[in-house]
């Protein structure tokens, strides 16, 4: 699970570079690593959902992950420019072999604007995610 966390963290950084100092991008990015490992650890105490194998991470104003806000806190950024930068209501799904981002539109029932697949380690279809339909439909 690690390169696919350092694809989804290389992912989110990309959109802070050069509008943030660079070394406090870094340093998000090393604590927010450490979070996301945290809650990928099979013996978690910080993510006790049944559901370990993959990780939904959401960047909604209204609905911020606490280990985004955790990491950014540590490095001293505000969450808020942080969200900022990012597109607004992304959410990054990071699965074994697999990691893809979902921005939806901005109206309340959660339609998909945009959805992509950044690392995809095997021929795996995203047929396994409860979301597939509709993400798939989307996308056609």
Known sequence: MQVEVKVALNFLLSFLYDKLPRRKVNLFGDELKKYLMLK????????????????????????????????????????????????????????????????????SNNEIQEMKIIYNDTNSSLTS????????????
């Open 129 to 140: 995610h409860s979301d597939s339909a509709s993400l798939q439909s989307k996308n056609n």
């Open 40 to 107: 990928f650890h099979p013996t978690s105490v910080a993510d006790s959902t049944e559901n370990a194998s993959y990780l939904s991470i959401n960047f909604k104003p209204c609905d911020i992950e606490p280990c985004i806000q955790i990491a950014a806190k540590d490095c001293v950024l505000d969450v808020q420019e942080i969200l900022e930068y990012l597109p607004s209501r992304l959410r990054l799904f990071v699965k074994p072999s697999l990691v893809y981002y979902v921005i939806y539109t901005d109206s």
